[in-house]
């Protein structure tokens, strides 16, 4: 006998059992064609990560922007100074010289 054929009567009962067949079907089917399968959830876990990478990111960003916020509202120089550095303004004597660095 060869080999393949002993190994499929060592399997054949276990197939036959309805039990078993109807196990082998349910996790078939939860893994591949269910709504919540295995693909999507995986696929659902790094969105998921993703998201909180990007939540993390956004609220350092907020905390980083309020605390310059304050800054700006208390002391009129910082404001001169982000208004120079931000939008390129100037007084009505001074010349601005705009240095583009390519890479």
Same mark, same amino acid.
């Given at each position: 006998?060869?080999?393949?054929?002993?190994?499929?009567?060592?399997?054949?009962?276990?197939?036959?059992?309805?039990?078993?067949?109807?196990?082998?079907?349910?996790?078939?089917?939860? #893994?591949?064609?269910?709504?919540? *399968? !295995?693909?999507?959830r &995986?696929? =659902?876990?790094?969105?998921? +990560?993703?998201?909180?990478? /990007?939540?993390?990111?956004?609220?350092?960003?907020?905390?980083?922007?309020?605390?310059?916020?304050?800054? #700006?509202?208390t002391?009129?120089? *910082? !404001?001169?100074?982000? &208004?120079? =550095?931000?939008?390129?303004? +100037?007084?009505?004597?001074? /010349?601005?010289?705009?240095?583009?660095?390519?890479?």
């Amino acid at each position: 006998m060869s080999s393949a054929l002993k190994i499929w009567k060592k399997i054949l009962p276990f197939v036959k059992n309805k039990f078993i067949l109807s196990f082998i079907i349910f996790i078939t089917w939860l #893994l591949f064609f269910d709504r919540n *399968n !295995l693909i999507d959830r &995986a696929k =659902e876990l790094r969105h998921l +990560k993703q998201l909180e990478k /990007d939540k993390k990111y956004y609220i350092e960003r907020i905390d980083k922007d309020s605390k310059r916020l304050k800054q #700006l509202k208390t002391n009129s120089k *910082n !404001l001169e100074k982000f &208004a120079r =550095e931000q939008y390129l303004m +100037k007084k009505d004597d001074e /010349d601005i010289f705009v240095i583009v660095e390519e890479d």
